[in-house]
């Protein structure tokens, strides 16, 4: 990626990442060691591309993002007072989605914009079934990009340097190409990481072809439609339509991801490519 690629950002965009930047200043100096943020994921991606982000997405790279969080409190509190409104909660740990209660996740309301806060992630462990992690180590931002769904969605925003970040060495171009295409580590087969990304979560085999109807003009790389293919991974996403929660997945999650697919620019061109893999006639049985 081109070392001068910039992020131009709108007013408010900047009011919230100064503050987050002094802020993780701060946090840092009294901890004795630097605090990193990052926006990662699809706000990243829709800069680029001109498109509007409701969405803010921030890992940390030193502690859970509830507990950045509640330094996040105490800045704002010490900078505008006890009763200050420029960091407030915005949902409770019991609103909070079911898998992601053991991440350290936390929802916070910024300048009035809502922001989720979590940890660096890539080294979950997970029960055998289930997208529910039991248990997480630390990871690198390496590691959090390369979990991701695709290379598009893995380039991250760096609050405290002001760069954009490319730690898949293919996501920029990607976007340039509208390539839809799984992370792959240097080494490592295309195909057999990409078949392991959807096994991981097979909802993400939907989400992928949701993105195929939302851009116009957008590709699946080769590797990612023989993964596509794969009958377990499909029979993992039907057996979620039919109510089987038991991996961590509910049922709604899935039908939104198809009704985002059908609200897209090119429905048709994602159902033709459902069909040529065979989920469609899978789907249609159910």
Do not use: C
Not at 4 to 27: C, H, P, T
Not at 64 to 81: C, I, N, P, T
Not at 114 to 131: A, C, K, M, Q
Request: charged share 25%.
């Amino acid at each position: 990626m081109p070392s001068d690629v910039q992020i131009s950002l709108d007013a408010k965009e900047e009011q919230i990442i100064n503050f987050l930047r002094s802020a993780a200043e701060d946090i840092g100096t009294i901890l004795g060691h630097k605090v990193e943020l990052r926006i990662v994921g699809g706000w990243v991606r829709d800069k680029f591309l001109g498109r509007p982000s409701k969405d803010i997405d921030i890992t940390v790279d030193s502690m859970g993002g509830d507990e950045f969080a509640s330094w996040l409190h105490k800045v704002a509190s010490q900078r505008y007072g006890a009763h200050q409104k420029v960091v407030t909660e915005a949902k409770t740990t019991e609103e909070r989605p079911e898998q992601i209660k053991n991440l350290a996740v936390a929802f916070l309301r910024i300048f009035g914009q809502d922001i989720e806060i979590l940890p660096l992630r890539g080294n979950e462990v997970y029960e055998e079934g289930s997208r529910n992690p039991v248990s997480t180590q630390s990871a690198g931002p390496e590691d959090d990009a390369y979990r991701r769904d695709l290379t598009i969605n893995s380039l991250f925003y760096n609050i405290n340097s002001g760069q954009v970040e490319d730690f898949t060495g293919t996501g920029y171009n990607d976007l340039l190409t509208m390539t839809l295409r799984t992370p792959t580590r240097q080494g490592h087969s295309p195909i057999k990481e990409a078949t392991r990304i959807l096994t991981e979560d097979p909802l993400r085999l939907l989400r992928i072809l949701r993105f195929h109807s939302r851009y116009p003009d957008s590709k699946i790389a080769p590797e990612v439609l023989k993964a596509m293919s794969n009958p377990e991974i499909q029979h993992q996403v039907t057996r979620r339509l039919q109510g089987d929660t038991g991996a961590g997945i509910v049922p709604e999650r899935t039908a939104d991801e198809l009704r985002k697919l059908f609200m897209g620019d090119q429905p048709d061109v994602a159902l033709r490519t459902m069909y040529n893999v065979g989920l469609l006639q899978k789907m249609l049985l159910l």
